[in-house]
């Protein structure tokens, strides 16, 4: 059953009548539109970077999660949810901040021009973003009676004046139980993401070790949970794999190389033999070494390279234990570094 109009309140939204042919071709945001007031919510303060931030930033978030586990998470971000009549005419729409599918392949909205509650599977995630609205007075309550499973509501740092009050920075959770809505400390699509840490991650400028360090747990358990990991993500198995094969065709020159040259200077027939056995060896451990570091540099090279990034010819030399760090820290730091520079200092950081 519909919550009536009555018992809702859109903070910081003004109403515009709008019929359902006016609305078909508005191509702007709104918070709700109601079929039978003939009329649409739309915020009231113009769109600022405070409010977008942590919509896009829960996107590339996700985006990392997905590739360590080896399969897609879909971002949809504020498209239409809808709910019919009986009669199957539209009755209510409602745009989020953004919308997470965990398995986008089941959502089933290839070629739907929205989400149609009845219809298509829910989202799993939905997040809505309070910079100068409250949607606890109106649209909360309408996720609730429409059966959205899991709703993030964040509360960006930024502030305005206009901001409601009793809006506190952070975010919360609301896990659909009985039909009600519970708050929760931490998510259930994704097990284990706390909400204070979603909100450090959609909020901070680069993302620091902590984050990084959630981000591959998550990644990595929802792999197990599916029985997928990194390789099963195109792109990390190219630059993976391109990694292995440099660092294996490098060392095993190296090696030789260096088994010789250390077979020759011990000089005597029974020398040099034993020395081209040990040189070889010890020149292909190290040499596999060095190559593994060197393979790794030239992932990231390609990795910035293709993100319009230069770098110097020596690039990435001095950086102390790059060889040991995890391989997912590199790649995290390649992907969000805006410089050289940049890379190096998130590299230190960790």
């Known amino acids: 059953m519909e919550v009536p109009l009555s018992e809702l309140e859109f903070t910081g939204c003004r109403a515009v009548p709008m019929t359902y042919a006016q609305l078909r071709r508005y191509e702007g945001r709104l918070e709700v539109w109601d079929a039978e007031a003939e009329t649409a919510w739309m915020v009231r303060e113009p769109t600022s970077a405070d409010h977008e931030n942590p919509s896009h930033g829960l996107a590339g978030l996700a985006a990392l999660i997905a590739a360590v586990r080896g399969s897609p998470i879909k971002c949809y971000g504020s498209m239409d949810l809808l709910r019919r009549d009986a009669h199957g005419k539209p009755r209510r729409i409602m745009q989020a901040d953004q919308t997470v599918y965990l398995y986008p392949r089941r959502a089933e909205l290839l070629g739907a021009s929205a989400m149609v509650v009845g219809r298509h599977n829910y989202p799993d995630v939905v997040l809505e973003v309070d910079h100068t ?6 649209k909360l309550r309408l996720y609730e009676s429409w059966g959205f499973p899991e709703l993030w509501v964040e509360v960006p740092e930024g502030w305005v004046a206009s901001r409601p009050r009793g809006l506190v920075a952070g975010l919360t959770i609301h896990l659909l139980e009985d039909g009600v809505y519970r708050e929760s400390p931490e998510s259930l699509s994704f097990p284990g993401w706390r909400a204070e840490a979603i909100h450090e991650a959609m909020n ?60 020759r ?56 234990g790059f060889a040991e760090l995890p391989e997912a820290v590199i790649v995290d730091a390649a992907l969000a570094c805006g410089s050289e520079r940049d890379f190096h200092a998130r590299i230190r950081s960790r």
Not at 274 to 294: F, H, V, Y
């Open 265 to 320: 200077a011990e000089g005597l027939a029974e020398g040099r033999r034993k020395g081209r056995a040990e040189g070889l060896a010890e020149g292909e451990r190290k040499g596999r070494a060095e190559g593994e570091t060197q393979g790794r540099a030239g992932m990231v090279r390609r990795m910035l390279s293709s993100r319009g990034i230069e770098v110097s010819e020596g690039f990435p030399s001095g950086i102390p």
């Open 133 to 138: 609205t409250d949607v606890r007075r109106g």
């Open 204 to 263: 901070e400028v680069g993302r620091s070790a902590h984050t990084n360090a959630i981000l591959e747990d998550l990644g990595r358990r929802l792999g197990a949970r599916d029985g997928r990991g990194p390789d099963d993500d195109g792109l990390m198995r190219s630059l993976r794999g391109q990694s292995r094969a440099e660092g294996e065709r490098k060392g095993r020159a190296e090696g030789l190389v260096e088994g010789e040259r250390k077979g």
